[in-house]
């Protein structure tokens, strides 16, 4: 494995924004319960988080665009 690839990743990691349920319960318009409620149903619902402490959960930006267009759906070719 090359060392500067993961280099390259712990810098992308660490420069993306970063949200808390609340701030990201806020930019989709939803209750911060209902990500709570994603991310502890068995299989997990939402978009990906990181586990920082049993009391602090974080999302990466990058991460919730990805989840976002992973459900996206195209009216025209919803037939």
Do not use: C
Request: aromatic residues 8%; without cysteine.
């Amino acid at each position: 494995m090359d060392p500067s690839h993961d280099e390259d990743n712990a810098a992308d990691l660490l420069g993306g924004r970063w949200y808390s349920t609340e701030e990201l319960a806020n930019l989709l318009g939803v209750d911060a319960s209902s990500i709570r409620r994603w991310r502890t149903s068995r299989p997990a619902q939402g978009p990906p988080f990181v586990k920082l402490s049993s009391r602090v959960t974080v999302y990466n930006a990058r991460d919730v665009e990805h989840w976002l267009l992973s459900r996206r759906i195209d009216p025209g070719k919803a037939a």
